[in-house]
């Protein structure tokens, strides 16, 4: 009868182990990547994210992307339509993407339907002009979050090309 060393039964196990943890963190990166800018070409971020140290304090949940007025709104990545209409008079979209990430888009009158499929850098909407402490002509606000976590959206992005507004 055959014992297999429990020297060499640890290494197996070990082993195993590195490579379930290696198929996580290929598959990790292999879903931040499936994330583009919901603008066309490289946008300039003009304000950063800036979550608040408790969920009921002031803060910026998301990043603000400098843009003309009217500029199209695209996908940032593959999803379903989450929400398209206004919340407190501002017309908003989100999706939900496989991954559990939703983003969201504002002010954005939104050219989609709740319940829509889409696809990354597909037109979802028009940017509208007002949006607060928005350093430009128009600001798109988009913010990400996986239940109620709000995420820096520009982490989504692989690699990261971000042009920070001079102040
Ligand atoms: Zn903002």
Redesign the pocket.
Known sequence: MTRTHPLRRAAITLLMALLSIAALVERADAASSRYDWPLAGNPTVS?EFDPPDKPWLPG?????LAVSPGATVLAAGDGVVAFAGEVAGKPVVSIDHPDGIRTTY?PVVASVSAGAPVTREQPIGVLQAA????AAAA?L???ARRGERYLDPLSLLRPRRVRLLPL
């Open positions: 304000r910026h949940r998301g990043v603000d504002e949006h607060p402490e928005c600001c606000h988009w913010g």
